[in-house]
C-alpha cells in the first residue's frame, strides 16, 4: 500500500536559516510525490510535486525538494526561510490502486519561523 | 488550475440538527473528493463523488451519515446529518483530475462547530 510518513510534528526555525522538512514513502511501483501546504484557516496548496526525471524539484515560493530513492525519501527544503513560512506542510504521495486519483496525506509538520 | 469555492467558510450547528455544504468549481471535472480534517491533523478522504453514480465511501463514513450529491460537472454538496460534537471539523473540497502526474486543488474548507 502506498504511505508517506513525515516523522516531525512540528519544526522551528529561525528567519533567515535554511528550513528542511521530512518525507519519507512508501510506494508499490513508481512513486507520484507532493507537497502542500496549508495557512490558517485556508485550504490546501500545492507546493511541487515529483513524478520523474531530475530529483530536485523546484516549487512555489522558493521551495523546493529532493527525492531519494534510496533512503525513499522526498524531503522539503528551502534555503533562507521567511516568518511567513509558517504553516502546515504536508507530504502526499497518490494511491495507484483504482485508477490512481486518490491522495494519500502524511500526518503534517507544522513549520515555525521565528523571527 | 481550478478553482473551488465552498460555502459556508465556517458554520455552528445545534447537535441533532443537520448542515449541506457546497462546493463549486470553475471547470467541468470528473473526479471531486470530499475530506474532513480535524485542526492541525491530517486529512482523512469520506468520499469520492462521480457525476451520474454514488459515491464511493471510505471504511468508516457511510452514506446515511453523509450524503453527497453531484448533481453536474462543476458541483458536489456534502451534507453532515444528524450532528454531534464529534462531528466538529474542518471538511474541505477537492477536485483531481489526474492523471496521476497531476496535481489536486482544494476549496478553503468549510469549518463546523457542533454545540
Known amino acids: 500500500a502506498q504511505s508517506v510518513a513525515q516523522p516531525e510534528d512540528q519544526v522551528n526555525v529561525a528567519e533567515g536559516n535554511p528550513l528542511t522538512v521530512k518525507c519519507t514513502y512508501s510506494?508499490?511501483?513508481?512513486?507520484?510525490l507532493f507537497w502542500y501546504v496549508q495557512y490558517p484557516n485556508r485550504g490546501l496548496q500545492f507546493l511541487l510535486k515529483y513524478i520523474t526525471g531530475d530529483n530536485l524539484v523546484k516549487g512555489s515560493y522558493g521551495f523546493e525538494a529532493e527525492f531519494n530513492k534510496s533512503q525513499t525519501s522526498f524531503h522539503l527544503k528551502k534555503p533562507s526561510a521567511l516568518v511567513s513560512d509558517s504553516a502546515l506542510y504536508f507530504c502526499a504521495v497518490r494511491d495507484l490502486r483504482g485508477g490512481g486519483f486518490k491522495t494519500i496525506f502524511g500526518a503534517g509538520t507544522r513549520l515555525f519561523v521565528k523571527a | 488550475s481550478a478553482v473551488i469555492s465552498q460555502k459556508p467558510s465556517r458554520d455552528i450547528c445545534q447537535r441533532g440538527t443537520s448542515l449541506t455544504i457546497q462546493c463549486q468549481v470553475d471547470?467541468?471535472?470528473?473526479?471531486m473528493f470530499w475530506y474532513r480534517q480535524q485542526p492541525g491533523q491530517s486529512l482523512t478522504l469520506i468520499a469520492t463523488a462521480n457525476q451520474g453514480s454514488e459515491a464511493t465511501y471510505e471504511s468508516g463514513f457511510v452514506i446515511d451519515k453523509f450524503p453527497i450529491s453531484r448533481p453536474n460537472l462543476t458541483f458536489s454538496t456534502l451534507t453532515v446529518s444528524n450532528m454531534s460534537p464529534e462531528d466538529s471539523s474542518i471538511y474541505l473540497c477537492?477536485?483531481?483530475?489526474?492523471?496521476?502526474?497531476?496535481?489536486?486543488?482544494f476549496g478553503q474548507g468549510t469549518r463546523l462547530t457542533v454545540v
Open positions: 477537492s477536485v483531481d483530475e489526474g492523471p496521476m502526474n497531476t496535481e489536486a486543488f
Open positions: 471547470s467541468q471535472v470528473t473526479m
Open positions: 510506494v508499490s511501483g513508481n512513486p507520484y
